[in-house]
């Protein structure tokens, strides 16, 4: 093994050959560095030399014979070099006379280490919307996750369990697409999607949901996150209020925020968002507000009708519209799913917003909006510009699993697979914390909140990393509220813990808040900590 100071040659970080196997050529300082093929080593090597100035402009460089007999390499190996070099214009061949370095080589950057460095810490020049993009106030849902190592008992919320897909029948009927597709099938497709998906979910929608809605008014995004954002750049300016329930989902806060506006968060309670909790002059400042009525989240609480027709008369009143975001309303474990927001809109207000994520998969990035009339064109023309449009032939697999009825067997099968998870975890947590927990009402989602009301907002941080440590896997829903939370919970996700394990994890919870919990006057009923 040889480094650069055995040929007494300065230190070069891009070539520090220490760890590096060396063949050196007798006629030029250039080193192969033992990776890849022996002619992409010497067009490296070569190039690095002519672009560092080794090899100086209008230096003759070697024959192709001369520089393959000094590494001990065929012609026919040196060869494509000289050709790649010459094509790409770090040489030049001069009739008669022989091959040369250009004379228009870019040099590599030779100023000084410390010059570079006071460069470097120059902050990047963005634009508002990309100042307000590096912030750090954006949050995002699953970044302390991604650093953690997987729990043998985690309760992460959200997703899916995917190993109880179907992954045969679209594999086969993705296949039957590929072998029938049309030629114009693999072209662009119109930005609002491909017709025969949108009259798919509008059909579902209308059936299940009680939306009142047509296809024309359903758009195909790249996930539910990719519609808060089309609506987020359509409807707001910087600067507008938008009423955000609190807590709330951060994917929504980010897209607000991103967009320049201001959030103004309005507390949940039993009923849901409460508008009376928020001035009248701050109300009237509002143009757009995001609620999550069917389920909302975290806190899993229905919100009520009376609420309901409030939050439609403000919108009615004020010209503004409220974003509905039905994530995973489809998940009752009594009764049908319940009617949506959008159903009871009858001035165009509500903006529905849903996702093929929870069902199926998140790493298909497919959901939807269903756009209020006068707004279509609108949203065609942002999410033109955002992304043209979403891939054809997943919309189209999707759009034919549905139309066969597997969408919805699917979904069916899931509520079987997940309603005794829900009531084991509902009872484990009942019998290891009696009184001490309390649990919403609410028969719907992927997940429940469990609250502790002897145990203070700040301890609850040191309790899930000792439940991590007994290889339980718990969040706090404290990041999900702007300010300080008054009451302490825990968000709990059924969907990949099984009964028998759900029930041995809340064991060993408990035993993570043993010693932990402080008398405390239990409150009223109000999931945002309010008296």
Known sequence: MYSYRDFGLPPDPLWDLRTMPLRASPHLWVRLDGEGALWRQLYRAMKHAIVSGELGAGKRVPSTRALAEGFGLSRSTALPVYDQLLAEGYLVSRRGSGTFVSDNVPRSDNRNALSRSREAALPPRLSLYGHRLAAPNLAYPFGDMERLEPARYEFVYGVPEVSAFPGHVLRRIAAVRLDQVATRSLSYSAPEGIRGLREMIADYLVRNRGARCTADQVLITTGAQQALSLISHTLLNCGDAVLLENPHHLGARNAFLAAGADIV??????????????????????????????????????????RRMDLLSWASRRAAYIVEDDYDSEFRYAGRPLESLQALDQRGRVIYVGTFSKVLFPGLRIGYLVAPVELQSAFRSAKWIADWCTPTLEQATIADFMRDGHFERHLRSLRKRYAPRHAALREALQFHFGDAVSIGESNTGLHMVAWFDDVAPLALEAIVKQARAKDVGVHSVTPYYMGKPERSGLLLGFTLVNETDIREAIRRLATAFAGRRTPRKRRNAHVDGSP
């Open 265 to 306: 968060p309005v507390p949940v309670d039993d009923e849901g968002v409460n508008l009376s909790a928020v001035s009248p002059g701050v109300l009237n400042r509002c143009v757009l507000a995001y609620v999550t009525p069917s389920h909302q989240f975290p806190t899993g609480v229905v919100l009520s009708l009376r």
